[in-house]
DNA sequence: GCCAACGTTGGC
DNA sequence: GCCAACGTTGGC
């Protein structure tokens, strides 16, 4: 079980679309990167995930789970990209901001801090663990 | 809307 | 294989 964050821009794809979608989740389409790429590659089906909303709100808002591990991305032909189906498990008691992520203690080395650019990124445990505590959560998964 | 950071492309 | 040009992301 391993622990990621997707990030989205709400006007493209939203946490309210996704919440939509329900238990058939949706594909993550898009990812033209390898490094998020490779991070959707090494997910496994059941591994959790934070959902972003990055430029409209900068915060997290909710948690998802990987549905299906992954396979080419039907919104191409380009073989090298592909990625995995996520569906929308809980929102956020409340939602955790860019700004408080950047001063909490423990989030120092969080790649949503400190690679802002990279759209897919994993987690750490104790990342997981802090950031759920801050939403008002039990620490699913753990 | 601007622009910094950074990833990708393609000429050489 | 280097690097300049270009495109994109995403914070501000």
Known sequence: MKFW???SEPDAWSWDQQVAKGASGEEWTGVRNYQARNNMRAMQVGDLGFFYHSNVGKEIVGIVEVIRTS????????PRWDCVVIKAVCPLRHPVTLDTCKVQPGLEAMALVTNT???VQPVSEAEWRIVCGLAGLDPIGL
Request: charged fraction near 35%; avoid cysteine.
């Open 5 to 7: 964050l997707f990030k």
């Open 71 to 78: 396979a080419p991305d039907s919104t191409t032909d380009d």
């Open 117 to 119: 650019r990279l759209s």
